[in-house]
């Protein structure tokens, strides 16, 4: 049974400051997302890896897999207040196909303090 | 385009009772999904769909039934709401093709609380 953990659960970092978002699966994957949720909302997509060593980046987020490891990192560079919101991976548990019934972690609730 | 579009919003539901999430999307998506997602926890998946016609079991499929007889629809139905059902609940879907692979585009979400 595939598992995803995330860690930290809850990061409060102050603004300008730089941190990462883990994301560990227990099986063999090369498909890997990640989402935001803001508190109330919705989920959006942010990122989708679909192969090992995929680095996608947009403004202040990146995103890298190492299937190898079995792990995501989610970087955070120069955080603003806008950032502050609930992050969650998500894993597809089939290799070198597609299932896309996705095996969520318990998300990282992001607080960024001015 | 719409999206994903959820109805109701919100719903308080006595035990026992029955009710149906609606769920449709425009997007011309072959794969529908529904989730629970409970306080503080990820997204569970309950019911998927890879085309009409065609539903399977996701990790919690208990207590509720699902069907897909349009591409565009996929209703969600709790039959004997029971207080642990109390979740809410997303509706998502996607494009599952043979060179490609999208992310879930999700509904807004139900508030469901059973009391």
């Known amino acids: 049974e595939l598992k995803v953990e995330q860690n930290p659960l809850f990061l409060s970092m102050q603004e300008g400051k730089n941190y990462t978002i883990y994301c560990n699966y227990s099986?063999?994957?090369?498909?890997l997302y990640w989402y935001r949720q803001d508190p109330g909302k919705s989920l959006e997509s942010l990122f989708v890896l679909l192969s090992n060593g995929a680095v996608k980046q947009e403004g202040r987020l990146m995103a890298s897999l190492d299937t190898k490891a079995r792990l995501s990192t989610l970087h955070i560079t120069a955080a603003v207040h806008d950032l502050s919101a609930t992050y969650f991976c998500a894993v597809d548990p089939l290799y070198g196909g597609a299932t896309n019934k996705l095996i969520f972690g318990t998300g990282t609730l992001l607080a960024v303090q001015p | 385009n719409a999206g994903v579009t959820q109805t109701p919003k919100f719903r308080i539901l006595k035990i026992g009772q029955s009710m149906t999430l609606q769920c449709t999307q425009d997007m011309n998506h072959n794969y529908m999904y529904w989730y629970r997602q409970d306080p503080g926890m990820g997204l569970k998946l309950i019911y998927y769909s890879v085309g009409a016609g065609i539903t399977d079991k996701g990790e919690v499929p208990n207590g509720y039934n699902v069907s897909r007889s349009t591409t565009e629809d996929f209703p969600l139905r709790l039959e004997l709401a029971a207080p642990s059902q109390t979740s809410v609940y997303f509706c998502?879907?996607?494009?599952?093709?043979?060179?490609?692979?999208?992310?879930?585009?999700f509904g807004d979400g139900t508030r469901l609380s059973i009391l």
């Open positions: 099986t063999t994957s090369d498909r």
């Open positions: 998502a879907s996607s494009y599952l093709g043979t060179e490609f692979n999208q992310p879930q585009h």
